[in-house]
């Protein structure tokens, strides 16, 4: 695959580009996932693809992104999957300008906040996992040293917003660990203080809200606890294993949201 992403981008145009990401929307899984974007991955961290067409696939996939969900719903989680693996360029060997990044970190960040098709793998059809894709998004843009704190906050909402969302649903193909490394990286900012993160750990707890006045009443108040535990326990783990100090001092406001779950 290696020499054949080398082989297609060296001559890749806009038009390849677009029946590429056509491709992310396939519901045969061998063509969206092992073929597209697998040569997608490949042509990008092999350097393969030029930045005047990575910027260009970055605008054709953020247009993705802002429709509405197709009806099989691949095409938008794939997007952001593919988006991931832009900001990841940029991450190494910067291309985007400032603005072009704080776009990427406001798109991505509002498709995962909306997310609502909680589909993972489906037997003979494939990975959605849409907060999945959209987290590993937020994962490339909090590794980025160009990410500006106003867009930091942006993430950390978004991510907030998927740890239990309203949705009456059970994460049970890897969204809490997927949604908690952005969280671990962006602790290595020193732009982000204590007080910060605790604040943000409380926000994960609303105790005005009637799933978790009774959570053990209702479908939606069990999976937030589910979720949330799920969260916290890769947060508590990640950080205590972690050696770099910034990101150790998330794991007492884990400790904390796990304490105030019912």
Same mark, same amino acid.
């Given at each position: 695959?290696?020499?054949?992403?080398?082989?297609?981008?060296?001559?890749?145009?806009?038009?390849?580009?677009?029946?590429?990401?056509?491709?992310?929307?396939?519901?045969?899984?061998?063509?969206?996932?092992?073929?597209?974007?697998?040569?997608?991955?490949?042509?990008?961290?092999?350097?393969?693809?030029?930045?005047?067409?990575?910027?260009?696939?970055?605008?054709?996939?953020?247009?993705?992104?802002?429709?509405?969900?197709? *009806?099989? /719903?691949?095409?938008?989680?794939? #997007? $952001?999957?593919? !988006?991931?693996?832009?900001? %990841? +360029? @940029?991450?190494? &060997? =910067?291309?985007?300008?400032?603005?072009?990044?704080?776009?990427?970190?406001?798109?991505?960040?509002?498709?995962?906040?909306?997310?609502?098709?909680?589909?993972?793998?489906?037997?003979?059809?494939?990975?959605?996992?849409?907060?999945?894709?959209?987290?590993?998004?937020?994962?490339?843009?909090?590794?980025?040293?160009?990410?500006?704190?106003?867009?930091?906050?942006?993430?950390?909402?978004?991510?907030?917003?998927?740890?239990?969302?309203?949705?009456?649903?059970?994460? *049970?193909? /890897?969204?809490?660990?997927?949604? #908690? $490394?952005?969280? !671990?990286?962006?602790?290595? %900012? +020193? @732009?982000?203080? &204590? =007080?910060?993160?605790?604040?943000?750990?409380?926000?994960?707890?609303?105790?005005?809200?009637?799933?978790?006045?009774?959570?053990?009443?209702?479908?939606?108040?069990?999976?937030?606890?589910?979720?949330?535990?799920?969260?916290?326990?890769?947060?508590?783990?990640?950080?205590?294993?972690?050696?770099?100090?910034?990101?150790?001092?998330?794991?007492?406001?884990?400790?904390?949201?796990?304490?105030?779950?019912?």
């Amino acid at each position: 695959m290696k020499e054949l992403a080398r082989s297609i981008f060296a001559q890749a145009d806009r038009a390849e580009i677009d029946n590429l990401i056509q491709c992310f929307a396939d519901p045969d899984p061998q063509i969206r996932d092992d073929a597209a974007f697998t040569l997608w991955a490949e042509g990008l961290r092999g350097k393969h693809l030029s930045p005047e067409l990575m910027r260009y696939a970055g605008q054709r996939l953020s247009g993705v992104l802002a429709a509405p969900d197709d *009806v099989a /719903g691949f095409q938008r989680p794939f #997007a $952001a999957l593919a !988006l991931s693996e832009i900001a %990841r +360029a @940029d991450r190494i &060997d =910067a291309f985007l300008t400032d603005a072009e990044l704080h776009r990427l970190a406001e798109t991505g960040a509002a498709y995962l906040r909306a997310v609502t098709d909680y589909r993972g793998f489906s037997a003979g059809e494939g990975w959605r996992h849409g907060v999945a894709h959209g987290a590993d998004l937020m994962l490339q843009l909090s590794l980025n040293p160009r990410l500006a704190r106003a867009d930091a906050e942006l993430l950390l909402g978004a991510v907030a917003a998927q740890v239990a969302p309203g949705a009456p649903v059970y994460y *049970v193909h /890897g969204e809490p660990g997927r949604l #908690a $490394a952005p969280i !671990l990286y962006l602790a290595r %900012r +020193a @732009d982000i203080d &204590d =007080a910060a993160w605790a604040a943000w750990f409380r926000s994960l707890h609303p105790n005005d809200t009637a799933r978790w006045k009774d959570p053990y009443a209702s479908d939606a108040g069990l999976s937030a606890v589910h979720n949330s535990t799920a969260f916290a326990n890769v947060v508590y783990v990640s950080a205590s294993e972690s050696r770099d100090p910034q990101i150790r001092r998330l794991a007492p406001f884990a400790v904390e949201l796990l304490k105030a779950l019912p």
